[in-house]
């Protein structure tokens, strides 16, 4: 009898995470979440979700809290997938954009901690579960970390740039124990978190459209399954060809 696959996901309640939950039920896994928000309803009425925790990822505290509950939640279970897609962006109370020269810097940490540390941090808590299913991690960057982005602000981008390195440097590490990691890095995807001037942005995008949380979702599953089981080190840009120019 094959082994019923697991995944664990953060940032689940709305835009790629909720998609991507959808996605991954759909194709039979057991699935784990957290974000912020309570569970969805959707997630409730989805026979595939086992349990979703409700945590601040950005908050050392919170996030060590998750990682034992989760564990114990696993029961030592194999862990097949962790997908680290909980992050923030945040802007100025005059929406614009939070860049280098205004801001406090506390914002910073607070982006950073969530953005950067907690990928790190659930990567090291899950290691060993992980480990048992020889499994795979995704991280969720952003086009917004290989070139300067007219929305997203500095603490952003830099954060993502960070994960991004942090991706490489895990697949080095985490490859000995079998465990593949890799990154999913969006363009102008249409959430909540897309600014209303986007539309500005489409003829620098070769597809001249915004992309869907389910395209995101697809890639994700992809390096998660059996399909792509020599890929590991890689960030692949789902952006419609933006990251080009």
């Avoid at 890799?182 to 992309?211: D, F, K």
Wanted: hydrophobic residues 40%.
């Amino acid at each position: 009898m094959n082994r019923r696959h697991t995944i664990l996901l953060t940032g689940a309640s709305r835009g790629i995470g909720h998609a991507t939950v959808k996605r991954f039920s759909s194709e039979g896994w057991r699935v784990f979440t957290c974000s912020r928000e309570e569970v969805p309803e959707d997630c409730k009425r989805d026979p595939n979700w086992s349990r979703h925790f409700s945590v601040d990822l950005a908050d050392h505290d919170d996030r060590a809290q998750f990682v034992k509950e989760a564990n114990a939640e696993l029961a030592g279970d194999p862990l097949d997938a962790l997908v680290n897609n909980a992050g923030m962006s945040p802007k100025t109370p005059y929406k614009e954009r939070l860049g280098c020269l205004n801001g406090d810097v506390a914002g910073w940490r607070t982006v950073f901690e969530l953005n950067f540390f907690a990928p790190l941090i659930l990567a090291r808590g899950f290691a060993a579960n992980l480990t048992k299913a020889r499994g795979a991690i995704v991280n969720i960057t952003s086009i917004a970390g290989h070139a300067i982005h007219p929305f997203a602000g500095s603490a952003y981008s830099t954060s993502k740039a960070a994960l991004s390195a942090l991706t490489r440097e895990m697949a080095g590490e985490f490859g000995q124990l079998g465990i593949r990691v890799n990154a999913v890095a969006p363009g102008e995807i249409e959430t909540a978190m897309l600014s209303p001037e986007t539309e500005v942005l489409l003829p620098r995008i070769p597809l001249h459209r915004l992309g869907t949380p389910d395209e995101v979702a697809a890639c994700i599953y992809f390096l998660c399954s059996n399909d792509s089981t020599y890929v590991s080190g890689s960030e692949i840009f789902v952006t419609g060809g933006q990251h080009l120019y």
